[in-house]
């Protein structure tokens, strides 16, 4: 099964959307296309990844406009290679690879954390402690290539994307290394939390903090602009020990839509947060 991209994914949902606009059966796709019904299949499930011309040829039996086929194929041809994946980007396993490409390519990011800094806003000493912890459950990535890897991604912060993230209590007074490592990150969260389109909420213990249902949650709302007149995509994403989920089910990213709402209510407003984190950074001196 290919790597899933951001371009894949636009691309699947614009040919399920004249697929069903159409009424076009996969049955008929495959007499037009000359294959076999399990080619369309493995297509429109992104088992496999479609070639320039057989997209073209869905497009044109589904009746895309002159725009939307010339965006289809646009989409077709920058599906992302293998190459990609090389070197330290290797370490990211395949349900992490299409959450990079989403960070890379979104204008908006909203990111809860509980129990540890998320990945974005963590500095080189408490990526390698948690890498040399990940060693002890069989996750055996070069060091030096995780930090490598962690840090790369890190740039989306300094482009063009709106970013907030809501971090528990928990997540600034869980130790991770020592407390020298600790002091380094709570002073990377001031750095980056001044960056004009970066806010960062504390979620306390005391006070409504603990009135919030789920707010043990860590998850991420991401937001992919369309490309031309294609659908922009909408997920959330949900870290899980040895896997990943992404959710596109619009009621399910409404409700989690609402939670984030609840956290933001709940939360420290930017600048208290700021200031909480400007005591941490002074407990951990």
Same mark, same amino acid.
């Given at each position: 099964?290919?790597?899933?991209?951001?371009?894949?994914?636009?691309?699947?949902?614009?040919?399920?959307?004249?697929?069903?606009?159409?009424?076009?059966?996969?049955?008929?796709?495959?007499?037009?296309?000359?294959?076999?019904?399990?080619?369309?299949?493995?297509?429109?499930?992104?088992?496999?990844?479609?070639?320039?011309?057989?997209?073209?040829? +869905?497009?044109?039996?589904?009746?895309?406009?002159?725009?939307?086929?010339? +965006?289809?194929?646009?989409?077709?041809?920058?599906?992302?290679?293998?190459?990609?994946?090389?070197?330290?980007?290797?370490?990211?396993?395949?349900?992490?690879?299409?959450?990079?490409?989403?960070?890379?390519?979104?204008?908006?990011?909203?990111?809860?954390?509980?129990? +540890?800094?998320?990945?974005?806003?963590?500095?080189?000493?408490?990526?390698?402690?948690?890498?040399?912890?990940?060693?002890?459950?069989?996750?055996?990535?070069?060091?030096?290539?995780?930090?490598?890897?962690?840090?790369?991604?890190?740039?989306?912060?300094? #482009?063009?994307?709106?970013?907030?993230?809501?971090?528990?209590?928990?997540?600034?007074?869980?130790?991770?290394?020592?407390?020298?490592?600790?002091?380094?990150?709570?002073?990377?969260?001031?750095?980056?939390?001044?960056?004009?389109?970066?806010?960062?909420?504390?979620?306390?213990?005391?006070?409504?903090?603990?009135?919030?249902?789920?707010?043990?949650?860590?998850?991420?709302?991401?937001?992919?602009?369309?490309?031309?007149?294609?659908?922009?995509?909408?997920?959330?994403?949900?870290?899980?020990?040895?896997?990943?989920?992404?959710?596109?089910?619009?009621?399910?990213?409404?409700?989690?839509?609402?939670?984030?709402?609840?956290?933001?209510?709940?939360?420290?407003?930017?600048?208290?947060?700021?200031?909480?984190? #400007?005591?941490?950074?002074?407990?951990?001196?």
């Amino acid at each position: 099964m290919p790597t899933k991209t951001v371009p894949l994914l636009m691309l699947n949902n614009e040919l399920h959307r004249l697929k069903r606009k159409s009424g076009i059966k996969d049955e008929e796709t495959a007499r037009y296309l000359g294959c076999r019904g399990t080619k369309i299949s493995r297509i429109m499930n992104m088992a496999s990844r479609p070639s320039v011309a057989d997209v073209k040829m +869905m497009g044109e039996l589904y009746g895309a406009s002159p725009e939307q086929l010339a +965006m289809l194929m646009d989409l077709a041809r920058n599906l992302g290679r293998k190459g990609d994946w090389t070197g330290y980007k290797s370490v990211y396993r395949e349900s992490a690879r299409l959450l990079i490409d989403m960070e890379a390519r979104c204008d908006q990011l909203r990111r809860a954390g509980v129990n +540890m800094v998320p990945g974005l806003l963590q500095t080189e000493p408490y990526v390698r402690v948690l890498s040399r912890l990940m060693a002890r459950f069989g996750f055996t990535f070069d060091e030096d290539d995780t930090v490598q890897a962690r840090l790369a991604r890190q740039a989306v912060l300094h #482009g063009n994307v709106k970013a907030s993230f809501i971090l528990c209590e928990s997540a600034l007074r869980r130790v991770f290394g020592d407390r020298t490592v600790m002091y380094g990150q709570m002073k990377h969260l001031l750095t980056v939390a001044s960056q004009p389109n970066v806010e960062i909420q504390i979620l306390p213990f005391a006070g409504t903090g603990g009135q919030v249902m789920y707010s043990w949650l860590s998850f991420a709302l991401i937001h992919v602009p369309s490309r031309g007149i294609s659908t922009p995509l909408n997920f959330v994403h949900l870290e899980q020990f040895d896997d990943a989920r992404f959710i596109d089910d619009p009621d399910l990213v409404n409700s989690y839509e609402r939670l984030w709402s609840e956290l933001v209510a709940a939360s420290l407003c930017p600048m208290e947060s700021v200031h909480f984190i #400007g005591k941490m950074v002074k407990e951990y001196q």
